[in-house]
Every structure is written in C-alpha cells, then in structure tokens.
C-alpha cells in the first residue's frame, strides 16, 4: 500500500473533491484519500464480476465479521440479535428518534459537536439541550454538573465517542458518569461510536455498555466499518440495540420506511473490512499518527497564532484559530480564498466552534504539507497587514 500516492479523485461523484473553486485543497469531508483494503476491493470486484445485483439479505458470516471484530477490537460479546442495519448513522438516529421521543421532548448533545445532530433533533419536534463541552488550555471535558442538571427535563443523550470534532476518548471514569447521571434520570443514550476504531497509541475506546449490563436496556450504540475503513459510499451502518422492544419498534419503522434491504456492495465490503482489514487499519493509524504530529509541530514552529486540540482519536483535528481575531464564515472565507485550503466550517458545529475550523489529515503527508504552506503564506501577509492580535 502507497500511502503517499495521491489519487486523482475529481470528476468521480467525490462530494469532498466537488468544489467548484479552482486549485484549491479540500481538507474537509470526513473521508480518506487513501485508496481501501485491497481485501475490500477484491471483494467488491468478485460481487461484481458475479454480474447479478438482486436484492440482498444479512447472511450468518456478516453476523459473524461483526460480533468477531468487536470481540478482537474490544473485548466484548455482543449477540447477534442486538445488530441492526442501517444505511448510516445519522438515517438511525433519525429512526430511533422516531421511536423513543414525543414532539418537544429534550435530546441532549454535547457541543461542539457533528452537526447533523441539531437537525436531526429538529426534524422530530424536539429540542436541541446543549451540555457545552469545557474548553481550557487545549482541552475538552465534560460539564457534569450542567449534564445532571439538563438531564432532569431530557428524553435522550446524543453521546459522540469518541467525540467529533474535538478528538476526545472518555474514559472510563467519565463514561461511568454518564451512565449514573442516565439510570437517575431515566435518560436514554444513544452513542456515536463511528470514530471508535481510530484510536491513537496510548488511548482507548470503550464502548458504552461494556461492563455495564444496567446500561443495555436504555442504550444504543451506533458504529460502521465506514469511517474505520473509508466505505462510506458502501452505505452500511450498524447499530446495537440491546432492548428488544426498542429493537423490535426500530425495525418496524426501518421496514415502513422501505430501508430493510442493504446494499449489495455493502454487505460484501462490510465482511471483507472486518474479516481481513485489521492490517491495513494498522498501517493507517501509523500515517495518521505521522500526519498529525506533523500539523502539530507545524503549528507550533510557524504559526503561533493557531492552535490544535491534540485529538486522541479521529482522522480529524480542531484547530483553534482564536488567534487570528476572526470568526465564523469570515475565517472560513480567509482560509478559501487566501490560503485556497477548504476546511469544514467550525461554527457549523456550534456557536463554540465560531473561531475553530476542522481539519482531515486523512491524505498523503505531501498534501499535509502543501495545505499548512498555504496557510502560512496567507497568515505571513495577514500579519503584515497588522491585523493579527497577538
């Protein structure tokens, strides 16, 4: 595997590659550009070779790739009757909403956070309770106090773990608390753990039922291949749903919606990432390393006025840009148009996130470091211009 190579991805559909505006880089989108498995492609090739595209049901080996990866991974049994299908997260979460909540009920998320959450809530009459992440020295952690309190008049907590944009694993610790805060306040967690296999050395994810059978009754967690092994397009996603009832309703709703029926492709890719994968995923984290530690020293030496939230995990890291005295859509405009590097907009995420923007280091160090060059440049003429506050 080349992980230098860097594959040409306009004109092919690339929603990250899309952008009208000319030369410039896209470090936004949270997929890759590194080519996948070449496990995942043979797969893909064989399905398609094959020349019948019908339609597709779970056979018992996808069943057995997923309870063994989480085994592998986590140290965890989880059974078979707990997975559920679904075309990605955010379409679950959607589901689930539809049937755990009432219209104005409160749905808890912790900002800055994925924004599809604040829709989502919307969508289904509830509303958005935010439990604002801490933010000191470089640092998230959790408002406890604020959680407890919020929990009282909420429905649900929206868990992102590890979190996105900041980079967070919790800890064991913290998750403990949160399920203690849930069970005294009857508040059901559904838990993102789309980013849980992209852990750096040094830390680890816990999913949020392990070694807590109080919590499975009131929990869901949600997990796919799709980030972990850059399958997004492949559409399967899964999501663990320990409470029968619960379940059997998500199902019944997932069935009316005419959402059953898995993509062909994905079922093939999602039993070749999680059977012959685990190499490759090595590898990644490896460059993933090498690639952030590059922006980090980058930063450091050349651009004081820029600081990066040193993410624990995610192919993903929170720059805090508080230093160049802008905000929202102004600062996204400077990086665009001055240093032509797209990044996802941190306001997006939050009105925490106004004077943050989020980078992806998932592509060859080569455009890493182009990217960081560009901003340069377009810091070094902002500072001659004195409008820098130091």
Known sequence: MNWNDCIERTNTHSVKWSFPQGDVIPMCIADMDFQVSSAI??????????????????????????????????????????????????????VLLSVLTEPGDGVIIQDPVYYPFYSTIENHGCSVVKNTLLYKDGVYSIDFDDLEAKASRSKILILCSPHNPVGRVWTD?????IGDIAKRHDLWIISDEMHGDLVYEGFEHIPLFKGDESLLKRSIVCAA????????????????????????????????FGLMRPNVFGIEGTIAAYEEGEPWLNELMMVLEENKQYVENYLGQHLPELRATQPQATHLIWI???????????LCRFFLEK????????????????????????CPKERVDLALRRMHEAILEHRVKGKIVK
């Open 173 to 177: 610790e913290e998750l403990t608390k």
């Open 225 to 256: 291949p799709s980030k972990t092994f850059n399958i997004a397009g492949l559409q399967t996603s899964i999501l663990l749903i320990p409470n029968e009832e619960v379940r059997e309703k998500y199902q019944d709703k997932l069935t009316g």
């Open 320 to 330: 805090d840009c508080t230093g160049l005295d802008m905000q929202g859509e102004e």
């Open 41 to 94: 492609v043979e797969a893909l090739n064989k399905k398609a070779r094959h020349g019948i595209y019908g339609y597709t049901t779970f056979s018992d080996r996808y069943f057995e790739s997923i309870m063994s990866w989480w085994k592998r991974r986590f140290q965890m049994d989880i059974k078979k009757e707990w997975i559920s299908f679904s075309p990605g997260i955010i379409p679950g979460i959607n």
């Open 339 to 362: 240093a032509r590097v797209k990044f996802d907009e941190g306001f997006k995420f939050g009105e925490s996130g106004q004077s943050f923007v989020r980078m992806n280091i998932a």
